[in-house]
């Protein structure tokens, strides 16, 4: 049984472009928390702000993106995100011209908003091209190129954004007089603007392609009212669970990767620049691993990987809690969480939306509004370290694990029972 069949292989690999394009701004953006905490002197509550902006977006404009292309196509839907995207990236450069994190903010949001609509349309778009049964194997392949997004938008921080900001420490800064810090803070946001406003001209271009590429419609739409679809989605348990799951797993992600940096600043006592190389090799190790798990779905079931994966986080998040003031052993443990987080997020969404049949594209909705867990959990391992210490508040994530286990276990004891059940 092919995973991927010919006819739907170019708008395959044009969709799973889509992911990669996220990626690199889901990235970019986990880096800001370092930069900002620098250019303005924040707290690491403060700059989670930007993390509650972005996913805040994320769930404001799934459900909108589903209806969206419900009406109309999967194609429009593609269109509209990548303008958003462009949109928000290019609204860098106001921002930077009046120096306002507020005005970064809401630029972030219109960004991370077009992100959305790419989410909410790609994953179903990937489920349909095929058959149901590959339907998850695939959805991981797609994935798997999400993670490389990641590294490239990882790279372009550490080399265009985190290499051009200033030595001086919030107390430095503030002891400078207000010419000073403003010359020293212009050119800091300049860095963070041009490498943004960048990216945005770029998603234009991709854009223009898109349009002109004929795609397939992809998949039946459902004939009945949008609550008749919300009616029959609220009773599927295994649905309603893998969204409460999602929203823990989201959250857990952006939390373990947006003091990534920091907790690296602390344990081996080297700047920015030089700790987002141990956030790129998280993120490659993030990426080789959902090659490994997708390609382990040939033999195992992805509820059961999910399982294993799970125990695993919830031992290294642990062990980063732990082995706090140790160096090396504490980052090992830290970069392992991210090669077990790797399936979590394609394999939920994928057993989620497993038997919903024609409401798939208000089902894909509710998960990625699911991605709210990264606005609301981050802030919330921020206030944790701020109040007791970044090792410490390692305890979020590990907590988002526990949920993602036991959605694992009631995934695999009704697939072990409908199994017993045929046979």
């Not at 394009?21 to 900002?36: E, Q, R, V, Y």
């Not at 993390?51 to 459900?63: D, H, I, K, P």
């Not at 599927?236 to 797993?249: C, D, L």
């Not at 190389?277 to 390609?295: E, G, N, V």
Request: aromatic share 14%.
């Amino acid at each position: 049984m092919k995973t991927i069949e010919k006819k739907y292989l170019i708008p395959f690999c044009l969709v799973t472009l889509l992911f990669l394009l996220w990626g690199i701004a889901n990235n970019m953006t986990d880096t800001l928390l370092s930069a900002f905490k620098r250019i303005m002197s924040m707290t690491d509550t403060q700059t989670s702000f930007i993390q509650f902006a972005f996913y805040g977006s994320y769930f404001c404009f799934a459900l909108p993106a589903a209806l969206f292309i419900r009406k109309y196509s999967y194609k429009s839907g593609v269109i509209l995100g990548l303008i958003l995207y462009a949109a928000g990236a290019i609204l860098f450069f106001p921002a930077s011209q009046v120096a306002s994190y507020i005005f970064y903010l809401i630029a972030i949001y219109i960004l991370a908003g077009g992100c959305s609509i790419l989410e909410t349309t790609a994953n179903p778009y990937i489920l349909a091209m095929g058959d149901p049964k590959t339907a998850t194997r695939r959805l991981n392949i797609a994935q798997a190129f999400n993670p490389l997004g990641s590294i490239t938008g990882i790279l372009l921080s550490q080399f265009f954004i985190l290499s051009e900001l200033n030595s001086a420490t919030a107390t430095e800064r503030e002891a400078m007089t207000e010419t000073q810090l403003a010359e020293i803070q212009s050119h800091e946001l300049s860095a963070v603007t041009g490498t943004y406003m960048t990216l945005g001209f770029v998603l234009l271009a991709i854009m223009v392609i898109m349009l002109l590429v004929k795609m397939p419609k992809g998949g039946d739409d459902s004939k009945d009212s949008v609550k008749e679809s919300f009616s029959r989605l609220f009773k599927n348990k295994k649905y309603i669970f893998g969204v409460v799951a999602q929203f823990f797993y989201v959250g857990a992600q952006i939390g373990v990767w947006s003091y990534t940096i920091r907790l690296v600043m602390q344990e081996l006592g080297i700047n920015e620049a030089n700790s987002a190389t141990y956030y790129l090799i998280s993120i490659i190790c993030f990426s080789s691993a959902r090659f490994l798990f997708t390609w382990l779905m040939k033999w195992l079931r992805p509820s059961k990987l999910l399982l294993w994966a799970s125990v695993a986080d919830i031992i290294f998040s642990g062990l980063v809690i732990i082995f706090s003031g140790t160096g090396t052993t504490c980052i090992i443990a830290l970069i392992s969480i991210s090669f077990f987080m790797s399936l979590m997020f394609p394999t939920i969404y994928g057993i989620a939306l497993e038997d919903v049949g024609s409401d798939a594209k208000i089902g894909a909705s509710g998960l990625i509004m699911a991605i709210l867990g990264g606005a609301l959990i981050t802030p919330l391992q921020g206030l944790v370290s701020d109040a007791s210490s970044i090792n410490i508040s390692y305890i979020v994530p590990l907590i988002c694990f526990v949920v993602v286990l036991l959605f694992s276990i009631y995934v695999e004891k009704h697939t072990t029972k409908e199994v017993k059940e045929i046979e």
